[in-house]
């Protein structure tokens, strides 16, 4: 880490430094603070929230939290154990999640400022992120202001559908031991708040309409998103375009971050049925005790909450195009009945009615696991099973077509570097390597994610291997094992050497090498110590 405070401490007594040493970014930022006279030592406590206004801001004493989508919100981060506040696109406090009541007593010393803007207190990773448009950590001396150095802040930026900067999700630290794994985690809820809250924004602020196809979803994606070149995507890909031809069920296999609704889509975008709705449904994540009536709707005066006028269900809004059931494992068993006899009669009754409804709906199933072994085990309805599976198609997991990594991380690169406005001047060949050798247990939704983190941490435009997590490095560093090994085996042995000694100043040579001849480091990640492994490199 660079020793940022000889560089703070130059730059604000106007000592000539090795600009070369600090990030261009949090320089520019000093010079704009310098420029709008914003003070070194102190802060103006009024810009800090108020115990007394914390009522205000704190999301759980808000109207908001009686929606479900900001309760669900909350408890994810509260699970994490998170303390994190949310600006607007002004660096203006909004929210403020799992308020920590250490805050009341710090106050005025410390807390949450209303204004995080550059010229209100200084360099910070509220203003960075709105600034630079990407996440940004700040600590220690990083900050402008002297009075911040003994903290730290990450932040990153969350965007509405037409991918407008909205604002940023924030977490502060009275310490600076943090790093780019706690910059993941902000990134990571960055999303969450945006298809977990943001992205139902719309269809629950929008009046409801009358016409169906006025609320039916639309598929995005297209067979040409789908990325590879590999026979096995090829084959997959030829049998979805297949299905698409006619209106038949279909259940898709795949792991989890395969694409399984991406080819639901595809196929769906490619039928006859292109111009009407496509609705997903994730069975797992919707409350077994509300499942019914989101599928089926209901009639008003159903149940305590129920909507005075009723509602229609997911079955009612795809009518006309195709309903994607993903995770259609986890249905219930009672409601596999009531979907097994809306498929066969082409007709619903919502809850708390008794007439049908007719719909006309192709139904796309997802499973990761076997449905059949599922029948089986009791855990799905055998006569549900054979009602849907007229058409099964396999999605091949990422390490079984190893050969599309590179194109698909190279779309993603220039994707992502395109949207956060990150300038690449070079990819490293290794880093290419490092991601074949992975297993990707993940699948493409991993890779995307590795991609996107892996510019965020990249310096000076350069994506190489040391943007990548260490369970990625030591995938591909046992995958060189593996090869070295296959050549001893291959080869007659040394005199004198077993083939365990080999094995031995093979794995060594490589760590020491991957270490940059740090011994110290190479000797750790051994499991050795230093004077061992000195021993063990003389003998060799």
């Known amino acids: 880490m660079k020793d940022y405070k000889n560089i703070w401490e130059s730059f604000v007594r106007g000592i000539e430094f090795d ?17 709008q006279n914003v003070s070194l030592y ?3 406590e009024s810009n800090l929230m108020k115990p007394t206004d914390k009522r205000k801001y704190v999301l759980k004493y808000l109207p908001e939290y009686r929606e479900t989508r900001f309760r669900e919100f909350c408890s994810i981060v509260e699970y994490l154990g ?18 920590d009541e250490i805050f009341d007593d710090l106050y005025p010393r410390i807390g949450y400022f209303l204004d995080a803007s550059e010229a209100k207190i200084g360099t910070n990773s509220t203003s960075m992120a709105l600034l630079e448009n990407k996440p940004f950590m700040v600590t220690g001396s990083d900050h402008y202001k002297y009075v911040f150095h003994k903290y730290s802040c990450v932040a990153a930026p969350f965007y509405n559908a037409n991918n407008e900067l909205l604002g940023t999700i924030n977490a502060s630290y009275t310490h600076t031991s943090i790093n780019e794994d706690t910059l993941n985690v902000i990134y990571s809820l960055a999303r969450l708040y945006e298809n977990l809250v943001l992205k139902m924004v719309k269809s629950e602020t929008d009046e409801r309409p009358k016409d169906r196809d006025e609320r039916s979803g639309e598929a995005y994606y297209t067979f040409d998103h789908i990325l590879g070149d590999s026979a096995a995507i090829k084959q997959a890909k030829s049998m979805a375009k297949r299905a698409a031809m006619v209106d038949s069920s279909i259940i898709i296999y795949g792991e989890s971050g395969s694409g399984k609704e991406v080819f639901a889509q595809a196929i769906h975008h490619e039928s006859g049925r292109r111009d009407k709705p496509f609705v997903a449904v994730n069975c797992a994540a919707i409350p077994t005790e509300l499942i019914e009536s989101e599928l089926f709707g209901y009639e008003r005066g159903s149940f305590t909450g129920a909507v005075k006028e009723g509602k229609k269900g997911i079955f009612e809004y795809a009518s006309g195009g195709t ?21 066969s009669s082409s007709s619903i009754v919502r809850v708390g009615g008794y007439k049908p409804i007719p719909v006309d709906i192709r139904l796309i199933a997802a499973s990761k696991k076997d449905l059949l072994d599922e029948v089986k085990k009791g855990n799905f309805r055998e006569d549900l099973y054979y009602r849907i599976n007229v058409f099964q198609l396999h999605i091949p997991a990422l390490r079984h077509r190893k050969v599309d990594i590179r194109p698909i991380a190279e779309h993603y690169i220039k994707t992502f570097s395109e949207k956060n406005k990150i300038r690449i001047n070079r990819i490293d060949d290794q880093f290419f390597r490092c991601l074949e050798a992975y297993d990707w247990p993940g699948n493409v939704r991993e890779l995307m994610n590795i991609i996107e983190r892996s510019l965020v941490l990249s310096e000076k435009g350069i994506i190489d291997q040391s943007v990548l997590s260490p369970g990625i490095l030591e995938h591909y560093t046992i995958a060189k094992f593996r090869n070295d090994l296959e050549k001893v085996f291959s080869e007659p042995l040394p005199e004198g050497k077993t083939l365990l000694q080999i094995a031995e100043e093979i794995i060594i040579e490589r760590v020491v090498k991957e270490e940059g001849y740090n011994m110290s480091a190479a000797a750790k990640r051994l499991g050795i110590s230093r004077p061992t492994l000195y021993k063990k490199l003389k003998r060799n």
């Open 19 to 35: 600009q070369n040493q600090i990030k261009k970014s949090i320089l520019d930022s000093w010079k704009r603070c310098k420029q």
């Open 42 to 44: 102190d802060f103006d």
């Open 82 to 99: 998170l303390n994190i506040s949310i600006y607007d696109h002004n660096a203006r406090l909004k929210y403020i999640v799992n308020y």
């Open 323 to 343: 309903l994607f059931l993903d995770e259609v494992e986890s249905m219930p068993l009672p409601l596999q009945a009531k979907i097994l006899r809306a498929l």
